[in-house]
């Protein structure tokens, strides 16, 4: 068993996990080779984009053995269980469209993720050359006043004024289905249409649909990551005190409340509930943050 032991261990291999499905890993060696990858015993908690140590198997082929340390993790949870999205990702585009309409729920609970994860945050409007994105501007000008980077696109168009966000970041798209992730990546990378098909043949999905996230390499510094269409995104992992300081326009006055434990919800002399009244924070984000410290404090009572 030693022997064994050390034997894998001289063989490992270094990669990263490109694509995922079920058990199964795509795991992208230093020179670009592909290796089709299980983990050993039936537990999985990998990410798209995570490091990873491999001892091959056979030919294309492959075994996890160890994972290295991440600098971030995406991930969403509801009350059963938890869902990886990406991992060492340095920044989330929620992107958003003129049409089909965008639920402000879940780009608020987005941007609550890449807050509390410690990752910078950007809202992309793409279809933009629909009549109906001067609605959807305005209702996105209330992220740009409170700190966020807004960004208006329409990525079958020109994908131009996104490319220099990207730059020397690992981003991940992330939003609803229909929004045009897709689209985004195949114009920044005319080839990835190619490439979703070959990674979808290597893992035997047979579609060419987002399913699972996908990481592709813009240049040596910059990559991007594509992930499945969301339409929720549980944060049952944030405690009640977590949801307050990702909700960056909470933060001057939080401290200021009459009570040490208010919650903000309907405690008096709240200081939040103050700044609302007085325009400083809107109606809808309070809102927000409400439906998501309920689901918090019925995680707690159970």
Not at 34 to 47: E, F, M, P, Q, W
């Given at each position: ?57 056979s030919p294309g082929e492959g075994v996890i053995e160890e994972t290295a340390p991440r600098t971030t993790l995406l991930y969403r949870s509801d009350a059963y269980r ?48 629909l009549a109906e994105s001067a609605a959807a501007l305005t209702r996105l000008e209330l992220y740009r006043r409170i700190g966020y980077r807004v960004l208006a696109l ?148 159970r």
């Open positions: 068993m030693r022997g064994d032991n050390q034997r894998r261990s001289a063989a490992r291999l270094e990669g990263q996990i490109v694509a995922s499905f079920g058990r199964r890993y795509l795991v992208e060696l230093p020179d670009a080779a592909i290796l089709d990858c299980v983990t050993r015993g039936k537990k999985s908690n990998l990410a798209c984009g995570d490091h990873v140590g491999v001892s091959p198997s938890e869902k990886l999205i990406a991992a060492n990702v340095t920044q989330i585009i929620v992107v958003a469209a003129a049409a089909p309409g965008f639920h402000e729920d879940l780009v608020n609970r987005c941007l609550a993720a890449a807050e509390h994860g410690g990752m910078a945050a950007l809202i992309v409007l793409n279809k933009c050359d329409s990525a079958k168009r020109d994908i131009a004024p996104l490319v220099p966000c990207l730059e020397n970041h690992t981003s991940v798209l992330v939003g609803q289905s229909g929004m045009g992730k897709s689209t985004i990546i195949n114009r920044l990378l005319p080839a990835a249409g190619a490439r979703v098909a070959e990674l979808s043949a290597a893992l035997g999905s047979g579609r060419h649909t987002t399913t699972h996230a996908r990481l592709y390499h813009l240049d040596a510094n910059s990559h991007i990551i594509d992930s499945p269409g969301l339409q929720e995104f549980g944060l049952h992992h944030l405690t009640m005190d977590d949801t307050a300081s990702a909700f960056i326009e909470f933060r001057p006055w939080l401290g200021q409340c009459r009570f040490r434990d208010c919650r903000h919800l309907s405690e008096p002399g709240c200081a939040i509930a103050a700044a609302c009244a007085a325009g400083d924070i809107a109606q809808q984000r309070l809102a927000s943050y409400r439906r998501l410290a309920a689901e918090a404090a019925r995680k707690k009572s």
